[in-house]
């Protein structure tokens, strides 16, 4: 048996990890299969994005989450021994992952965020250590050989026209004893952000609340996408947690990026590094972010921003 | 009252290995930290402690030299620590440090919770807690921001990618910890002192069984160059005019509604 598995939380990750796995299955001579829950409308897009196999699992009780498919798909991976097996890394995905990976005793590259095939058809893989300081080259020695890769790595290839497909529809789980009680969701923003051309980022710099105007109104001024460092939106919740950047967050790639009182910890720098200019205003002529930054301006953002903001008003009519 | 057990990583400071010169990474004058989540973890641990009794303890694994970090979780608030030390156990990938922990807390700990961090600061891989508790065949739940216990259950909030969840689950059970859940306390001279009259559980490699084998190995790790040669501005009146020129001539303002 043999099988490049894709296991993902969302459609749209599905379709971007469908991609590299459909070239690893062409490599290996290995079928592309792919996990599925709830809408089964799903399987044609799948199929014509390369699935060749489709494991439906089956609905979850009401108290139950994702991560009760845990055992089962462990078992799964036992018997049917995939030799690849990528997955989303969502929060849950990572937990899943990581669980999954100890079930069968191998080896797990988290985040990965590029591979390639060697001579001896091992996947060679990337991922960021020390905060993005340095990056780390795995290759995992036991089977499958498991990733977890983040949203955005890869992008979806076009559709093609669909080929045949085994549809295995999979077991009901014994319940976790992990139950669900209550579930808030949050409003969605990020996919903005990815996307910005402009990016001004909130900082520890700004001292409170409603400071955040003032960089709202630059980032109006510049068409901009308001984004911010992992205080800012995990322990302030200033700003959803869904635009914190950086090696928890999420990974930008503007033309310009502004940081306001952002240090330049390395956690940050790692998710802005594919910006094209970068520019910083921070009191402390020392700060980190200075050395990764085209523009840096020692001064305090309270008295930059409000002339910056008029200075701009001049240049953009 | 619960027995907790917080897992702890002694790590090379990553802000030194950025700072440092050269394309290779060089670790040999790098300051050592505790791992930032594990602060969180241990916190999270002495502030159950303080609300429901029971007992706290750390756990680390590393090599033998890393006595500084035993005394620097102590002085945190756990009572007792287990140090797991040998010379070989630097480098490890989360696969072993996952099963060298579960053959000690297997052998000889008592607990009702595992704490973990929501990942350490040098890999970040975020698989030590989880993969720990499948071992140890007990439920887990990862990335927390809030911990109750009510009536021998567990009571957590956990981030998802969508919002969050409030779950249950009994225990004994791991969570590894966000760092929004708690602020670390900052320890003094009196907590500093009384670590060192802690006592510390020495186990060595010929007191465990497993044989460890590594799942993922490492071909190179290369130091990832950041750095941009930019310019440096004052604040005054035509350092800001002197940069809105700039951005315009790099195309990146202008042209915007
Ligand atoms: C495993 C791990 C993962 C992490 N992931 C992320 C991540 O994804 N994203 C992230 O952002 N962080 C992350 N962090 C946290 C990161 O290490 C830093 O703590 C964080 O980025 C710092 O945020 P900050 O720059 O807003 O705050 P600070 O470091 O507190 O910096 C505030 C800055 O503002 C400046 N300042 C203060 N007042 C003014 C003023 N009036 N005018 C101008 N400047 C002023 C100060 O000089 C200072 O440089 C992670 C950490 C770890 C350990
Ligand atoms: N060597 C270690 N000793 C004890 N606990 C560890 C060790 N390495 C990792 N951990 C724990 O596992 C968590 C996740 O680590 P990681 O999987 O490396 O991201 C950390 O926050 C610690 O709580």
Known sequence: MAGIWIFAENHKHCLELLNPGQKLAQKLGSPL????????ELIKDYVSHGAEQIFVLPPLAADQTLEAYVPLIA????????DVFLLGSSLRCKEMAARIAASLNTGLCSDCIAFNLNDSKALEMERLIFGGAAIQKVICVTSPQMATIPAGTFEAGPAQSPGEVRIVELADPLPSVVKLIDKKSNAHQSANLTEARVVVCVGRGLEKESDLGMARELAELLGAEIGCTRPISEELHWLPEDTCIGLSGIKVKPELYIGLGVSGQIQHITGIRDARIIFAINNDENAPIFDVSNYGMVGDVYKVVPQLINEL???IK | MPNILCCFKWVADEA??????????????VDYKISDYDRNAIEEAVRLQEQYGGNVSAITVGKPDDTKGLKDALSRGPEKAYFINDSSFQNLEPSQTAAILAEVIKSQIDYDLIICGEGSSDLYAQQVGPRLAEILSIPCVSFI?????????????????????????PMPALVTVLPD?????IPGLKDTLSASRKPVVDIGRDDLSGNFESCLQTMAINKANMERNGIKLGSEPQDISQLVDALVKQGVIGGVK
């Open chain 1, 33 to 40: 299969a792919i996990f599925l829950w709830q809408d089964k």
């Open chain 1, 75 to 82: 078992d799964l991976a036992r018997r049917e021994q995939p």
């Open chain 1, 313 to 315: 008003k001049k240049t």
């Open chain 2, 16 to 29: 030194y290995i950025r700072a440092s010169a050269g394309k290779e990474l060089d670790l040999e004058w």
């Open chain 2, 145 to 169: 921001q809030k911990l109750d216990i009510e009536q021998n259950q567990l009571i957590v909030e956990r981030k998802v990618d969508d919002g969050v969840e409030v779950l249950s689950l």
């Open chain 2, 181 to 185: 859940i708690n602020s670390p306390r």
